[in-house]
């Protein structure tokens, strides 16, 4: 690949991300700031308890009777859940740090500084706290370094006792595009390669470290490890690329013209 040179580092290269903190990640310091707001904690309050009931799936030994009493009432909940109003929340996406973000309807509320600006981070499948998909990981900085605390249930085993290995990738996958940031500049995963050490194991508190390593014109390089204790489990190398405004641009047109954008009828 051609290097396009971007942004130097220590700016951001996309505008009214976070242009206070360059070299922070908003997947860290946005998710953190998010107030708790009484709705944000029903939202999150439900995800905990869709999270429960995922993991007790995955693992129960119920009978046929016991299973079927619980369907019912599960079918029950999701018939409410589906007669609430539907939608993509805040008119973003889980994974807006990629790119930083560039809907206008959130730029106002990103150079106002207001930290409801970051609100889509609460629905990533694996920070999220409002997402009963999301384990949930922990981001936070420490020194020049991200790091991550989480502990993968049941419902994330592949084999047995040990965390699935494609949730291991996606999880450095989160922990590294954070990481990236420290470039100064954000961009999407162009490559991701994992080194399996030891077996990662369920049901235990898990650190994942990422780093930037060097970056390169728009190639951020970042490097992470995986431990279990004092174990190391799995080590990652990333590339990503500092996203190109416009091609971010006519993905969120296409996704507003599928009608994901807010749950308006998609365009014709």
């Known amino acids: ?3 396009v040179q971007g942004p130097p580092p220590g700016s951001d290269g996309f505008p009214g991300a976070l242009p206070e903190q360059p070299g922070r990640s908003p997947r860290v310091d946005g998710l953190h700031g998010l107030p708790p707001t009484p709705r944000r904690l029903a939202l999150r ?3 905990a308890a869709g999270r429960d009931i ?3 799936m995955s693992s129960t030994s119920a009978d046929e009777d016991e299973l079927a009493q619980a369907a019912a009432l599960l079918e029950n909940v999701a018939a ?3 007669r609430m109003p539907g939608g993509a929340h805040y008119e973003g996406i889980a994974e807006m740090a990629n790119a930083g973000e560039l809907l206008a309807s959130r730029r106002d509320l990103i150079d106002r500084g207001d930290p409801e600006a970051w609100a889509s981070f ?3 499948p694996f920070i999220g706290l409002a997402n009963p998909m999301s384990p949930p990981m922990e981001l936070a900085y420490d020194g020049a370094k991200v790091v991550c605390n989480v502990r993968f249930g049941s419902a994330y085993e592949g084999p047995p006792g040990c965390v699935h290995g494609g949730y291991v990738a996606a999880a450095f996958d989160e922990v590294l595009g954070a990481a990236q940031s420290l470039s100064g500049t954000q961009g999407m995963t162009a490559r991701l390669t994992v080194n399996y050490r030891s077996p990662t194991p369920l049901c235990e508190d898990l650190r994942i470290e990422g780093e930037l390593d060097r970056r390169e014109g728009r190639k951020i390089f970042v490097v992470g490890a995986m ?3 004092e174990r190391l489990t799995a080590e990652a190398e990333g590339l990503f690329i500092a996203f ?3 091609k971010f641009a ?3 047109a296409a996704r507003a013209r599928l009608g994901l954008g807010s749950g308006t009828p998609p365009t014709r």
């Open 1 to 3: 690949m051609t290097d």
């Open 45 to 47: 309050r439900l995800a």
């Open 54 to 56: 995922i993991d007790a």
């Open 80 to 82: 409410t859940i589906r």
């Open 122 to 124: 609460d629905f990533s």
């Open 227 to 229: 431990f279990a204790g």
């Open 244 to 246: 190109d405004q416009d």
């Open 250 to 252: 006519e993905l969120l």
